[in-house]
């Protein structure tokens, strides 16, 4: 089993940044692939994002391309999101989900352990 602890989010302006930050504690942080999910008020959890075991692969939700970027460090068994040129529609809970088996993955059903989620608002 693992635990996340998702950390990082807060209030930020119109084409601000953010940089979001999964802490796994438990097995071993490198069995996992990751992923970054988010869910807006009235609105079901979605994908943004997904590394592999060693940050080899990456994959995006079409939204968020160009603008996130999701990290890893294994040694440090963290997850990085960094979010660049936010938007309002970005704002949403941010949640982390650690996946045993090692295909990257959009599905919410595929992820083994979630975070509790932080809190990302961007103001117009």
């Known amino acids: 089993q693992v635990q996340l602890v998702e950390s990082g989010g807060g209030l930020v302006q119109d084409g601000g940044s953010l940089r979001l930050t999964c802490a796994a504690s438990g097995r071993t942080f490198s069995n996992y692939a990751m992923g970054w999910f988010r869910q807006a008020p009235g609105k079901e959890r979605e994908f943004v994002a997904a590394?592999?075991?060693?940050?080899?692969?990456?994959t995006y939700a079409d939204s968020v391309k160009g603008r996130f970027t999701i990290s890893r460090d294994n040694a440090k068994n963290t997850v990085y999101l960094q979010m660049n040129s936010l938007k309002p529609d970005d704002t949403a809970v941010y949640y982390c989900g650690a996946k045993e088996s090692p295909t990257l993955s959009p599905y919410e059903n595929e992820y083994d352990y979630w975070g509790q989620g932080t809190q990302v608002t961007v103001s117009s």
């Open positions: 590394i592999s075991r060693f940050g080899r692969w990456t």
